[in-house]
Protein backbone atom coordinates (compact mmCIF):
# COMPACT_ATOMS: atom_id res chain seq x y z
CA UNK A 1 0.00 0.00 0.00
CA UNK A 2 1.57 2.85 -0.88
CA UNK A 3 2.22 5.61 1.80
CA UNK A 4 -0.04 8.22 2.43
CA UNK A 5 1.74 11.39 3.88
CA UNK A 6 0.32 14.98 2.67
CA UNK A 7 -2.70 14.74 5.24
CA UNK A 8 -3.20 13.57 8.53
CA UNK A 9 -5.90 10.86 9.24
CA UNK A 10 -7.54 10.25 12.27
CA UNK A 11 -9.92 7.56 13.21
CA UNK A 12 -12.38 7.22 15.69
CA UNK A 13 -14.56 4.61 17.53
CA UNK A 14 -17.85 4.60 19.13
CA UNK A 15 -20.58 2.38 20.39
CA UNK A 16 -23.33 1.57 18.12
CA UNK A 17 -26.25 0.88 18.81
CA UNK A 18 -26.23 -1.96 15.62
CA UNK A 19 -23.56 -3.86 13.70
CA UNK A 20 -20.77 -1.15 12.00
CA UNK A 21 -20.86 -1.36 8.42
CA UNK A 22 -18.26 -1.66 6.35
CA UNK A 23 -15.71 1.19 5.25
CA UNK A 24 -16.08 2.09 1.52
CA UNK A 25 -14.60 5.27 1.01
CA UNK A 26 -10.65 6.11 1.74
CA UNK A 27 -8.97 9.07 3.76
CA UNK A 28 -7.15 9.65 0.59
CA UNK A 29 -10.65 9.54 -1.16
CA UNK A 30 -12.34 11.46 1.35
CA UNK A 31 -9.69 14.65 0.85
CA UNK A 32 -9.82 14.32 -3.01
CA UNK A 33 -13.92 14.89 -3.02
CA UNK A 34 -13.31 17.63 -0.42
CA UNK A 35 -10.83 19.25 -2.69
CA UNK A 36 -12.45 18.60 -5.67
CA UNK A 37 -15.98 19.96 -4.02
CA UNK A 38 -14.43 23.14 -3.10
CA UNK A 39 -13.06 23.99 -6.31
CA UNK A 40 -16.24 23.37 -7.85
CA UNK A 41 -17.85 26.41 -5.56
CA UNK A 42 -14.73 28.37 -6.16
CA UNK A 43 -13.09 28.03 -2.44
CA UNK A 44 -9.03 27.70 -2.60
CA UNK A 45 -8.02 25.42 0.19
CA UNK A 46 -4.17 24.80 1.00
CA UNK A 47 -2.45 23.71 4.02
CA UNK A 48 -2.25 19.76 5.61
CA UNK A 49 -6.24 18.80 6.00
CA UNK A 50 -7.55 16.18 8.69
CA UNK A 51 -9.45 13.67 7.56
CA UNK A 52 -11.55 12.20 10.11
CA UNK A 53 -13.63 8.97 10.20
CA UNK A 54 -16.70 8.46 11.47
CA UNK A 55 -17.49 11.95 11.79
CA UNK A 56 -18.57 13.04 15.30
CA UNK A 57 -22.20 14.86 15.92
CA UNK A 58 -21.43 18.61 16.18
CA UNK A 59 -21.67 19.68 19.38
CA UNK A 60 -20.94 16.26 20.65
CA UNK A 61 -24.64 15.50 21.15
CA UNK A 62 -28.36 15.71 19.60
CA UNK A 63 -29.83 13.62 17.05
CA UNK A 64 -27.73 12.44 13.50
CA UNK A 65 -28.35 15.14 10.77
CA UNK A 66 -27.87 12.68 8.05
CA UNK A 67 -28.71 8.78 7.53
CA UNK A 68 -24.82 7.15 6.60
CA UNK A 69 -21.18 7.87 8.58
CA UNK A 70 -19.56 10.46 7.33
CA UNK A 71 -16.01 11.24 6.74
CA UNK A 72 -14.87 14.87 7.65
CA UNK A 73 -12.25 16.34 6.27
CA UNK A 74 -10.94 19.80 8.06
CA UNK A 75 -8.60 22.50 6.09
CA UNK A 76 -5.99 24.52 7.81
CA UNK A 77 -7.49 27.45 5.92
CA UNK A 78 -11.05 27.23 7.68
CA UNK A 79 -13.06 25.41 5.33
CA UNK A 80 -14.63 21.89 6.87
CA UNK A 81 -16.33 19.47 4.46
CA UNK A 82 -18.46 16.01 5.75
CA UNK A 83 -18.59 13.41 2.86
CA UNK A 84 -20.94 9.81 2.77
CA UNK A 85 -18.73 7.33 3.60
CA UNK A 86 -21.02 4.76 1.42
CA UNK A 87 -21.86 7.09 -1.49
CA UNK A 88 -19.44 9.85 -1.98
CA UNK A 89 -22.10 12.58 -1.71
CA UNK A 90 -20.85 15.46 0.28
CA UNK A 91 -23.63 16.30 3.00
CA UNK A 92 -21.99 19.29 4.28
CA UNK A 93 -20.01 22.07 3.84
CA UNK A 94 -18.91 25.21 6.27
CA UNK A 95 -16.34 27.92 5.70
CA UNK A 96 -15.72 30.87 8.59
CA UNK A 97 -13.41 32.81 6.65
CA UNK A 98 -15.37 35.57 5.37
CA UNK A 99 -15.36 36.56 9.40
CA UNK A 100 -11.70 37.68 8.40
CA UNK A 101 -12.72 39.97 5.63
CA UNK A 102 -15.08 42.11 7.79
CA UNK A 103 -16.14 43.64 10.85
CA UNK A 104 -18.15 41.39 12.52
CA UNK A 105 -19.35 43.80 15.01
CA UNK A 106 -19.69 46.60 12.81
CA UNK A 107 -23.42 47.54 11.57
CA UNK A 108 -24.89 45.73 9.01
CA UNK A 109 -24.73 47.09 5.21
CA UNK A 110 -26.26 46.47 2.12
CA UNK A 111 -27.04 43.04 1.12
CA UNK A 112 -26.09 41.52 -2.25
CA UNK A 113 -28.86 40.78 -4.79
CA UNK A 114 -30.90 37.76 -3.91
CA UNK A 115 -30.38 36.63 -7.02
CA UNK A 116 -26.56 36.45 -6.71
CA UNK A 117 -27.05 34.46 -3.46
CA UNK A 118 -29.63 31.75 -5.09
CA UNK A 119 -27.35 31.29 -7.54
CA UNK A 120 -24.58 30.41 -4.79
CA UNK A 121 -26.86 28.48 -2.93
CA UNK A 122 -27.31 26.65 -6.52
CA UNK A 123 -24.14 25.70 -7.53
CA UNK A 124 -23.27 24.79 -4.12
CA UNK A 125 -26.14 22.04 -3.94
CA UNK A 126 -25.34 21.02 -7.39
CA UNK A 127 -22.04 20.23 -6.81
CA UNK A 128 -22.75 17.97 -3.99
CA UNK A 129 -23.99 15.11 -5.78
CA UNK A 130 -26.77 14.27 -3.86
CA UNK A 131 -30.42 13.20 -5.83
CA UNK A 132 -32.68 13.17 -3.75
CA UNK A 133 -36.19 14.68 -4.52
CA UNK A 134 -36.54 18.41 -3.63
CA UNK A 135 -39.54 20.85 -3.24
CA UNK A 136 -39.25 24.37 -4.91
CA UNK A 137 -36.74 26.86 -2.84
CA UNK A 138 -37.22 29.60 -0.46
CA UNK A 139 -34.75 32.38 0.41
CA UNK A 140 -34.86 35.01 2.85
CA UNK A 141 -32.89 37.32 4.20
CA UNK A 142 -31.76 37.57 8.26
CA UNK A 143 -29.69 37.96 11.47
CA UNK A 144 -28.23 35.07 13.09
CA UNK A 145 -27.33 37.83 16.03
CA UNK A 146 -29.10 40.53 17.67
CA UNK A 147 -29.24 43.52 17.84
CA UNK A 148 -28.40 42.69 13.99
CA UNK A 149 -24.70 43.07 13.35
CA UNK A 150 -22.53 42.66 10.13
CA UNK A 151 -21.15 39.30 10.84
CA UNK A 152 -24.92 37.82 11.20
CA UNK A 153 -26.31 38.97 8.04
CA UNK A 154 -27.46 36.35 5.78
CA UNK A 155 -29.46 35.45 2.85
CA UNK A 156 -30.84 31.65 3.65
CA UNK A 157 -31.94 29.17 0.98
CA UNK A 158 -33.89 26.43 1.79
CA UNK A 159 -35.06 23.32 -0.14
CA UNK A 160 -37.23 20.20 1.75
CA UNK A 161 -36.98 17.16 0.50
CA UNK A 162 -39.97 15.35 -0.78
CA UNK A 163 -40.85 11.69 -1.44
CA UNK A 164 -43.28 11.28 -3.68
CA UNK A 165 -44.14 14.68 -3.97
CA UNK A 166 -45.06 14.66 -0.36
CA UNK A 167 -42.86 16.34 2.01
CA UNK A 168 -40.61 15.47 4.84
CA UNK A 169 -41.39 16.89 8.15
CA UNK A 170 -37.56 17.17 9.18
CA UNK A 171 -35.49 17.06 5.90
CA UNK A 172 -33.97 19.66 4.18
CA UNK A 173 -31.15 21.50 2.44
CA UNK A 174 -30.38 24.56 3.92
CA UNK A 175 -27.36 27.29 2.73
CA UNK A 176 -26.20 30.48 4.43
CA UNK A 177 -24.42 33.02 1.96
CA UNK A 178 -22.94 35.90 3.84
CA UNK A 179 -25.16 38.94 3.02
CA UNK A 180 -22.56 41.39 2.30
CA UNK A 181 -20.01 39.70 1.27
CA UNK A 182 -21.72 36.46 -0.81
CA UNK A 183 -19.54 33.80 0.68
CA UNK A 184 -21.14 30.54 1.23
CA UNK A 185 -21.12 29.94 4.96
CA UNK A 186 -22.80 26.44 5.22
CA UNK A 187 -24.20 23.89 2.68
CA UNK A 188 -25.92 21.10 4.70
CA UNK A 189 -27.79 18.35 3.90
CA UNK A 190 -29.67 17.23 6.81
CA UNK A 191 -31.04 14.03 5.88
CA UNK A 192 -31.72 11.81 9.42
CA UNK A 193 -34.24 9.39 7.07
CA UNK A 194 -32.89 6.63 4.86
CA UNK A 195 -33.79 6.14 1.14
CA UNK A 196 -37.61 5.05 1.24
CA UNK A 197 -39.27 1.92 -0.31
CA UNK A 198 -40.60 2.68 -4.15
CA UNK A 199 -43.73 1.32 -3.22
CA UNK A 200 -46.66 3.72 -3.74
CA UNK A 201 -47.29 5.66 -0.06
CA UNK A 202 -50.67 6.97 -1.62
CA UNK A 203 -52.63 4.52 -0.32
CA UNK A 204 -51.40 4.52 3.28
CA UNK A 205 -53.23 8.13 3.51
CA UNK A 206 -56.42 7.36 4.20
CA UNK A 207 -57.10 9.58 7.44
CA UNK A 208 -58.83 13.00 7.25
CA UNK A 209 -56.96 15.65 9.45
CA UNK A 210 -60.96 15.76 11.56
CA UNK A 211 -60.55 12.51 12.17
CA UNK A 212 -56.54 12.83 12.79
CA UNK A 213 -58.22 15.40 15.81
CA UNK A 214 -60.35 12.70 17.31
CA UNK A 215 -57.52 10.37 17.36
CA UNK A 216 -55.25 12.89 19.46
CA UNK A 217 -57.23 13.89 21.87
CA UNK A 218 -58.88 10.75 22.77
CA UNK A 219 -54.94 9.60 23.30
CA UNK A 220 -54.23 12.76 25.29
CA UNK A 221 -57.46 12.01 27.39
CA UNK A 222 -56.05 8.31 28.20
CA UNK A 223 -53.31 9.73 29.56
CA UNK A 224 -54.69 11.52 31.60
CA UNK A 225 -54.76 15.38 29.86
CA UNK A 226 -57.60 17.74 30.49
CA UNK A 227 -57.90 21.26 29.28
CA UNK A 228 -56.93 20.54 25.87
CA UNK A 229 -56.69 23.17 23.01
CA UNK A 230 -55.56 22.44 19.38
CA UNK A 231 -53.23 25.44 18.22
CA UNK A 232 -53.38 27.13 14.74
CA UNK A 233 -51.39 29.81 14.58
CA UNK A 234 -48.46 28.33 14.11
CA UNK A 235 -46.13 27.60 10.83
CA UNK A 236 -46.78 23.99 11.38
CA UNK A 237 -47.33 22.01 7.55
CA UNK A 238 -51.25 21.72 7.11
CA UNK A 239 -50.75 18.57 4.75
CA UNK A 240 -49.82 15.34 5.19
CA UNK A 241 -45.79 15.26 5.94
CA UNK A 242 -43.59 12.37 6.46
CA UNK A 243 -42.19 12.06 9.62
CA UNK A 244 -39.94 9.28 11.18
CA UNK A 245 -41.64 7.54 14.24
CA UNK A 246 -40.07 8.07 17.81
CA UNK A 247 -40.46 7.43 21.27
CA UNK A 248 -41.40 10.88 22.87
CA UNK A 249 -44.64 9.13 24.71
CA UNK A 250 -42.48 6.63 25.90
CA UNK A 251 -39.71 9.31 27.27
CA UNK A 252 -40.09 13.00 26.76
CA UNK A 253 -36.26 13.08 27.11
CA UNK A 254 -35.99 11.30 24.26
CA UNK A 255 -36.92 11.74 20.61
CA UNK A 256 -35.18 8.57 19.82
CA UNK A 257 -36.27 8.47 16.53
CA UNK A 258 -37.98 4.61 15.63
CA UNK A 259 -35.45 2.31 12.85
CA UNK A 260 -37.47 2.30 9.72
CA UNK A 261 -39.61 3.79 6.84
CA UNK A 262 -40.61 6.93 7.52
CA UNK A 263 -44.64 7.04 7.52
CA UNK A 264 -47.60 9.80 6.19
CA UNK A 265 -49.06 11.70 8.90
CA UNK A 266 -50.84 14.65 10.21
CA UNK A 267 -48.84 16.92 13.10
CA UNK A 268 -51.52 18.56 15.73
CA UNK A 269 -49.88 20.98 18.28
CA UNK A 270 -51.81 20.81 21.72
CA UNK A 271 -51.93 22.95 24.45
CA UNK A 272 -52.63 21.37 27.84
CA UNK A 273 -53.14 22.81 31.01
CA UNK A 274 -51.39 26.50 31.24
CA UNK A 275 -48.10 26.17 30.32
CA UNK A 276 -47.36 22.74 28.17
CA UNK A 277 -47.84 22.57 24.38
CA UNK A 278 -47.11 19.07 22.56
CA UNK A 279 -46.72 18.03 18.87
CA UNK A 280 -48.21 14.79 18.08
CA UNK A 281 -47.83 12.66 14.62
CA UNK A 282 -50.80 10.74 13.87
CA UNK A 283 -50.40 8.19 11.59
CA UNK A 284 -52.95 8.35 8.14
CA UNK A 285 -52.91 4.53 8.08
CA UNK A 286 -53.50 3.30 11.46
CA UNK A 287 -54.55 6.34 13.16
CA UNK A 288 -52.29 5.84 15.79
CA UNK A 289 -49.94 7.78 18.05
CA UNK A 290 -46.43 7.43 16.63
CA UNK A 291 -44.45 9.97 17.75
CA UNK A 292 -44.15 13.76 19.47
CA UNK A 293 -42.07 16.46 20.45
CA UNK A 294 -42.26 18.57 23.56
CA UNK A 295 -43.02 22.30 21.95
CA UNK A 296 -42.90 23.98 25.31
CA UNK A 297 -41.70 27.48 25.45
CA UNK A 298 -39.25 26.47 28.32
CA UNK A 299 -39.37 22.70 27.99
CA UNK A 300 -42.35 22.37 30.79
CA UNK A 301 -42.78 19.13 32.74
CA UNK A 302 -43.95 15.80 31.33
CA UNK A 303 -47.52 16.31 33.01
CA UNK A 304 -49.13 12.83 31.63
CA UNK A 305 -49.32 9.14 33.10
CA UNK A 306 -47.05 6.84 31.40
CA UNK A 307 -48.43 4.44 28.98
CA UNK A 308 -48.84 1.11 30.26
CA UNK A 309 -45.40 -1.11 29.37
CA UNK A 310 -46.25 -4.79 29.38
CA UNK A 311 -43.97 -7.01 31.11
CA UNK A 312 -43.23 -10.63 31.27
CA UNK A 313 -44.29 -12.62 34.32
CA UNK A 314 -42.66 -15.47 34.47
CA UNK A 315 -44.71 -18.31 35.66
CA UNK A 316 -44.99 -19.75 39.02
CA UNK A 317 -43.26 -23.10 40.22
CA UNK A 318 -44.99 -25.85 40.29
CA UNK A 319 -45.53 -27.60 43.64
CA UNK A 320 -41.67 -29.87 44.34
CA UNK A 321 -40.49 -28.97 40.76
CA UNK A 322 -36.62 -27.98 40.98
CA UNK A 323 -35.68 -24.20 40.25
CA UNK A 324 -34.11 -23.29 37.05
CA UNK A 325 -30.53 -23.04 37.00
CA UNK A 326 -28.87 -19.62 36.31
Known amino acids: MRAIQWFTVVALVF?????????????EDAVRRAE??????????????????????RGGSGPQRYFQERWRVRFPSGAI????????????????????????????????????????????????????ELGPHTVRESFSVLPPRA?????????????????????????????????????????????????????????KRDQ?????????????????????????????VLVQPNRFWEDENSN?????????????????GDKNAYLLYIDTQSGAVIGGQNASPLGGPFPFKRPAKSKAVPPKAKKGSSKAVK
Open 81 to 132: VEIADATGVITEYSHDSVFGRIDANAAPGPAIPVEQALKTAETALAATGQAM
Open 256 to 272: RRIPGPVRPAWLLLYKV
Open 151 to 207: GGHFWTVSWGRLHQGVPFYEDHVTAMIHAETGDLRVLALIFPSPPQPNSSIKPLMLL
Open 15 to 27: GLTGPATAQRTTA
Open 36 to 57: DYCRRIGVTVSGQPTATFPAAL
Open 212 to 240: SRVRAESFLKGLGADRLELLTDHPLPTGV
